[in-house]
């Protein structure tokens, strides 16, 4: 067996087939990803596989982030909820921790972080309590899948309906970015580039849409950037305008979403992404019936460091939180993207 690092940039064909057939693979594990947040964020990727006579048998995708705020990492994968390493056996993972190592020592980093969905390493210090997501079969018949949705959050999704809300497919980002980049400086979080979004698209296609929200007089109150990926629907990065609520145009957007993934793109799962646990989005998913699952981030630690705690749960992030709710729109789209690049 031979362990390369895949130029993402270049011929990528043979990786994104093994992606696609691999039982674990998720839409972040495609190349496409990289090279969007290389290409829009100036991060390097080491792409690392494994090949046995020709043919890919496990790889680890992996973006180097590295701040004077944060810290200095490899993440696998960075800006993405999943991404740890995918292999046929246990030989190949081995060859895969053992190039992990020589990176780490080669770019002098302080944490290598892989995102898994099940845990992988027994003996990798692991956070496993913080985050959690959130998966569910649909039916080919969408009103049984609207008669699964719990009754309240039900009488919530016909409530958009009643109001005449329509959705709308959108062929660049512009709308999207505005209202979430407004949705994350309420939270007090900075917005990611705008590019990133542009690139996402380009990147992934038509396995990439943005549907909007609008009213019955064509005002855009909420939007969602969603992937596909094999048989499921990963709606990623949404936000909403302060009328959104009201005209319960978030809950109109997934479900609207939701049909349109089973009649349109034949979509069996719907992936509702991860949230942190005790959060208002972990109990939003919760309330449309979709159960919980754990994942699991196991780290590669450089002697001496520790897990890194980079979340706004965080106390030390506390006052910078509230600070940044208060900021200008112009003001945070202009910080936002110089701090959010380096936060993994």
């Not at 390493?85 to 921790?97: E, K, R, T």
């Not at 109001?163 to 309420?186: E, I």
């Not at 939270?187 to 396995?207: A, H, I, M, R, T």
């Not at 754990?294 to 030390?316: C, S, T």
Request: aromatic share 12%; charged share 25%.
């Amino acid at each position: 067996m031979q362990i390369g690092i895949l130029d993402i940039f270049g011929d990528c064909e043979k990786w994104d087939d093994y992606v696609t057939r691999h039982p674990a693979a998720t839409v972040y594990h495609m190349s496409a990803w990289g090279r969007a947040v290389s290409a829009s964020m100036g991060h390097n990727c080491y792409y690392i596989y494994v090949e046995d006579e020709g043919k890919i048998c496990g790889l680890l995708p992996l973006t180097h982030v590295k701040s004077m705020l944060f810290g200095n990492a490899l993440i696998s994968v960075a800006f993405a909820t999943n991404g740890g390493p995918i292999f046929d056996n246990q030989a190949v993972l081995g060859l895969l921790d053992e190039k992990c190592r020589d990176l780490m020592s080669e770019l002098k980093v302080d944490s290598l972080e892989c995102r898994n969905t099940d845990s992988i390493h027994e003996d990798w210090p692991a956070k496993q309590d913080m985050y959690s997501t959130f998966r569910k079969n649909l039916s080919e018949d969408n009103e049984e899948n609207m008669l699964a949705i719990p009754r309240k959050q039900r009488a919530m999704v016909r409530k958009g309906i009643k109001f005449g809300l329509k959705a709308v497919l959108d062929d660049q980002p512009d709308r999207l970015f505005a209202m979430y980049s407004q949705s994350v400086r309420n939270l007090g979080s900075p917005v990611f580039p705008k590019k990133l979004f542009y690139c996402l698209k380009q990147e992934y296609g038509d396995n990439c849409e943005i549907l909007t929200i609008e009213t019955d007089q064509g005002k855009p109150i909420s939007s969602v950037m969603t992937f596909y990926f094999r048989d499921e629907v990963i709606p990623y990065y949404g936000g909403g305008t302060f009328e959104a609520r009201g005209l319960a145009a978030n809950d109109f957007m997934y479900w609207s979403l939701m049909e349109r993934a089973v009649s349109e793109r034949d979509c069996r799962i719907f992936d509702f992404g991860r949230s942190k646990n005790g959060t208002g989005a972990f109990s939003f998913k919760k309330n449309w019936g979709f159960e919980p699952k754990p994942l699991n981030y196991e780290f590669m630690l450089k002697d001496g460091e520790e897990i890194p705690d980079i979340n706004p749960l965080n106390p030390k992030y506390q006052l910078m939180i509230k600070v940044w709710k208060k900021l200008p729109m112009p003001v945070a789209n202009f910080i936002g993207p110089l701090i959010s690049k380096s936060l993994g």
